[in-house]
């Protein structure tokens, strides 16, 4: 569960371009349900709805994207994907 989150509040931050407080507040509501998913809490207060194979699923998703992001950056392009143009070299300086 923790790997799958981590990912998410990465996603949300860097990806999503979101400020510290707003990932704070979006991930206090996701760990509040995702807490209820797991066998920390008694049987009568779980959540039935999420499967036994979800936390795997959502860790695969979320590295996915991660690299994905981090792929993306490393290229020059940011969140968005878009690769910038390159500079050109040699042309004047205005005020010149």
Known sequence: MFPAHACTAMLLRVGGGLSKYAVWAIMAVI????RRC????PETERLRWWPLWGWPAAL????GLTAT???R???GGGASGIVPEPRKRGG???GQ
């Open 60 to 63: 695969a998703a979320a590295a």
């Open 31 to 34: 760990v509040e349900y995702a």
């Open 92 to 94: 004047s300086v205005s």
């Open 69 to 71: 992001l981090a792929i």
């Open 73 to 75: 950056q490393k290229m």
């Open 38 to 41: 797991t066998t920390i809490v």
